[in-house]
């Protein structure tokens, strides 16, 4: 499996587990200070889900062009995990 290939495996992993905590909060009918989204960590989950799929989208040989707003975008989501790690 390629590299771009893992990326996006991972990215929908990710995803789904994010998506996970979120439906389970919603079937709680709260949101817990100390579940994985009040305390944020579904938050990072999402994050570095979204990144997996830009840098896959990145390493594409379809990709003709630069998005400098999905570029923007893939550096704040860095950023931001590097400040949460």
Known sequence: ?????????AAASQASAATTDMIED????????????GSGDTLTIMADSLRL???ARQDSVFRE?????????HGA???????RA
């Open 1 to 9: 499996m390629s590299e771009r290939m893992n990326k996006l495996l």
């Open 26 to 37: 919603v079937r709680d009918g709260k949101i817990s200070p100390m579940g994985n989204i």
């Open 53 to 55: 799929l830009i840098e």
């Open 65 to 73: 062009d630069s998005d400098a707003d999905i570029d923007q975008l």
């Open 77 to 83: 989501l860095v950023r931001f995990l590097e400040d």
